[in-house]
């Protein structure tokens, strides 16, 4: 029951994402019911799918994991390195400097990065599919925004070396608080030493 409970999740929270670069449809969906009240909805079903896919991912665990693969214990190494330079590269996608400027959309190389690198120790069929989602959600949207036209909303200033600077430690921080805090005591799965 938890597995469908998180793959409910993903539906939601991935397909309104996946939503956004059709921007004909898009468009015609603000037309219809306002700016305003669209990203509300896009809000509200983006919570409830994030909710629904902790929640579900967290019955998935306690109900039993069902085995893939067996990934050899030293993967969980290669994680832990990946996590931090795509915790920084999602912060620098808000403390634009030249990371931002070289990569472009940083968020997106940070997501794929984590996805990817939590694919590697997730041999489970929960685990896969969930990494595995967000994987190939952030694959289509850097595609999409190739051919996109708009790159929606008003340009972010980008600064210099000094944001890249700020995005490190913040980036380091984030990968702190989620490895020394939230994987052992939110999801009871120890990061560092083990």
Excluded: C
């Excluded at 597995?3 to 939601?12: A, D, R, Y």
């Amino acid at each position: 029951m938890g597995l469908f409970i998180m793959i409910l999740g993903l539906v939601l929270f991935l397909g309104g994402h996946a939503f956004v670069p059709f921007r004909k449809a898009r468009s015609a969906a603000i037309g219809r019911i306002g700016e305003v009240p669209y990203k509300g909805v896009f809000a509200l079903v983006a919570v409830a799918g994030l909710v629904l896919i902790v929640y579900g991912f967290a019955a998935y665990r306690a109900e039993g994991l069902i085995p893939v693969w067996n990934p050899p214990t030293w993967m969980r190494h290669v994680t832990a390195a990946l996590v931090w330079p795509a915790a920084i590269l999602v912060v620098a996608a808000y403390i634009r400097g030249e990371i931002y400027r070289r990569l472009k959309h940083p968020m997106l190389a940070g997501v794929k990065l984590w996805a990817f690198a939590h694919l590697l120790v997730n041999g489970d069929l929960g685990g896969i599919i969930l990494f595995g989602s967000i994987l190939a959600w952030a694959v289509f949207d850097r595609i999409s925004l190739k051919h996109r036209g708009d790159q929606g909303g008003p340009p972010i200033p980008v600064g210099g070396i000094r944001n890249d600077a700020i995005a490190v430690v913040a980036g380091t921080l984030l990968y702190l608080v989620l490895g020394l805090w939230f994987h052992p005591y939110v999801l009871g799965l120890k990061v560092f030493g083990s």
